[in-house]
């Protein structure tokens, strides 16, 4: 499986944006998994009180929001604009949050890529001279996006080896134009990489060719090796996407040993989640919490984070479509 060296796809920010700060919100069985203590809270269970799973998702990116917001210590009204998006048709949990939060929104959608597409887009905007403080923020919900995609839980249906679990989360991030924190130096914009996957059960084999196609342009624009990044991890291919992201990255000619994903990490083999983790709210929470801490420590300083996503959906699926997928990659330097 060649890849195509595409040139041109990266852009290097001549002023980089400053993470300020960050939230992460999760569910209760995210919670229980190896990485319960970076999360800043932790739902007792999936509805929390609220009229339906879809209502519960939309406040706990309420929740990472104002949590981003408020570690800041900035008021709402010194953030410039809003960029949020989730997994449920038309983002409706961004919308419906977006309603609440009053401020100047951009809803995105890079299905379980939208976290690092966010980032992208917010530097961006900092870089540009368009905006001094972004507020990102990702959200999904493993019964929400179950009764979209597939079916609802309450059905008990047989779960494929190569399925994924969805995350109950939701992750948040400041961007300033300056300040104190690690930045956003480089961003590279994906392209769809379609190699006729169709089973809906195995998304990680669909995404593994964009990502591995993001990370040999991304190395080929900025003159880089895999050495040059502590750590180089994706969003959500969970074991199977990682595996075979790692065959076809080694057949273009890159192997490397720091190379993981935030679909592997969240989950403990125990908790019976078959392939691993899924979901916009995957990387955004992985990210923001462990990830973050160890740039913070100075244990990592310079990673590349290249957030996955399969574009698919319901309909596309039931008329024999094959699934694309893309995968948008951001630097962060300590």
């Known amino acids: 499986m060649k890849l195509k060296r595409m040139g041109n796809q990266t852009v290097v920010f001549s002023n980089p944006s400053v993470i300020l700060s960050s939230y992460s919100v999760v569910g209760p069985m995210e919670g229980q998994g190896p990485l319960s203590k970076s999360f800043n809270s932790v739902w007792k269970d999936n509805i929390s009180g609220n009229s339906s799973w879809e209502v519960a998702e939309s406040k706990m990116l309420e929740e990472a929001l104002e949590g981003a917001i408020n570690r800041a210590s900035m008021a709402k009204d010194e953030i410039d604009y809003l960029l949020a998006g989730d997994l449920l048709n038309q983002i409706i949990s961004a919308n419906f949050a977006a309603r609440t939060m009053g401020l100047p929104f951009i809803g995105?959608?890079?299905?379980?890529?939208t976290m690092a597409l966010s980032m992208s887009v917010g530097t961006m905007l900092i870089d540009g001279g368009f905006a001094r403080r972004v507020l990102v923020?990702?959200?999904s919900h493993h019964d929400t996006a179950e009764r979209q995609y597939r079916m609802p839980t309450e059905q008990g249906g047989q779960r494929a080896m190569s399925a994924q679990w969805t995350v109950t989360g939701a992750g948040s991030l400041v961007l300033g134009e300056s300040g104190e924190g690690p930045r956003i130096t480089a961003a590279t914009i994906g392209r769809i990489v379609d190699f006729g996957e169709k089973d809906a059960n195995n998304m990680g084999a669909a995404m593994a060719p964009a990502v591995a196609d993001t990370i040999l342009n991304h190395l080929n624009d900025m003159n880089?090796?895999?050495?040059d990044y502590d750590l180089i991890i994706s969003g959500d291919l969970g074991s199977v996407g990682l595996n075979?992201?790692?065959e076809v990255l080694k057949k273009n000619g890159l192997a490397f040993n720091n190379f993981s994903d935030c679909g592997?990490?969240?989950y403990d083999k125990k908790q019976d989640v078959h392939a691993g983790a899924?979901?916009?709210g995957c990387s955004a929470v992985v990210f923001a919490g462990h990830i973050l801490d160890k740039i913070k420590s100075g244990e990592y300083k310079r990673v590349l984070l290249v957030g996955s996503g399969a574009l698919h959906s319901q309909t596309s699926?039931?008329?024999?479509?094959?699934?694309?997928?893309?995968?948008?990659?951001?630097?962060?330097?300590?």
Request: aromatic share 2%; glycine share 16%; hydrophobic share 40%.
């Open 108 to 113: 995105l959608y890079g299905a379980c890529s």
């Open 137 to 139: 923020g990702v959200s």
């Open 224 to 227: 880089r090796t895999p050495d």
């Open 244 to 246: 075979l992201s790692q």
């Open 264 to 266: 592997v990490l969240i």
């Open 278 to 280: 899924s979901g916009c």
């Open 317 to 334: 699926s039931l008329q024999g479509e094959s699934i694309p997928g893309i995968g948008h990659a951001v630097v962060i330097e300590a």
